[in-house]
């Protein structure tokens, strides 16, 4: 059973920089696939960002130059480097896993999720 724990969200200003990372637990890191997504109030969960097994990635168009996904499989450690941050970009941010390969935007992919960190920008 694959858990997940996230951390490093917080308040910052238009323009700021937050990291966040998310602890795996459970399973073999290296079998999963996984991606950030967020949720704003009254809005639908969307993907942020995805890493396949062999780390490649990709990002929505909306975080594209600013964000970057990353992992570290000695401490099956999930990150999400946020840059240039805009107060749209503000929401509950969860990170999700999956064990077959392959991206995948859509929540319903995903059978695993932590409880989210939150971000806001003002």
């Known amino acids: 059973h694959v858990q997940l724990v996230e951390s490093g969200g917080g308040s910052v200003q238009a323009g700021g920089s937050l990291t966040l990372s998310c602890k795996v637990s459970?399973?073999?890191?290296?079998?999963?696939?996984m991606a950030w997504f967020r949720q704003a109030p009254g809005k639908e969960r969307e993907g942020v960002a995805t890493?396949?097994?062999?780390?490649?990635?990709k990002y929505a168009d909306f975080v594209k130059g600013r964000f970057t996904i990353s992992q570290d499989n000695v401490a099956s450690i999930l990150y999400l480097e946020m840059n240039s941050l805009k107060p749209e970009d503000s929401g509950m941010y969860h990170c999700?896993?999956?064990?077959?390969?392959?991206?995948?935007?859509?929540?319903?992919?995903?059978?695993?999720w932590g409880q989210g960190t939150q971000v806001t920008v003002s």
């Open positions: 890493i396949d097994r062999d780390g490649s990635t």
């Open positions: 459970g399973d073999d890191f290296g079998r999963l696939s």
């Open positions: 999700a896993a999956r064990l077959q390969a392959g991206w995948r935007w859509r929540p319903s992919d995903y059978p695993y």
